[in-house]
């Protein structure tokens, strides 16, 4: 899909996103979990859940991780039906009225 200029750029990058100066090796690994489970990627989910488990990673640490996730998820999902609503003019309080 990416010619191999674009494959190593790529590379190098997703490599740098691995191997920072900032994070620690756990945080690094709960914040990758987090995406994965926001970006749907059942393959990156799995993957950081194994490495959280090799790094000794608490059930609770997971838990807080998708509860986050799952925080995040909703409040969008709720903003955006509030968009909705506004956007085409439509009132919920006249729902259910005959």
Excluded: W
């Excluded at 900032?22 to 990156?44: F, I």
């Amino acid at each position: 899909m990416l010619n191999p200029k674009q494959q190593s750029l790529y590379e190098a990058f997703y490599n740098a996103t691995h191997n920072n100066s900032v994070l620690d090796s756990r945080t690094e690994l709960l914040v990758g979990l987090a995406a994965a489970v926001a970006m749907n990627c059942e393959p990156c989910t799995a993957n950081y859940l194994s490495k959280l488990k090799q790094d000794g990673a608490s059930k609770e640490e997971i838990q807080e991780v998708t509860a986050k996730v799952m925080a995040v998820a909703a409040g969008q999902k709720k903003l955006q039906t509030q968009r909705v609503l506004k956007d085409f003019d439509i009132e919920l309080d006249e729902f259910g009225k005959s």
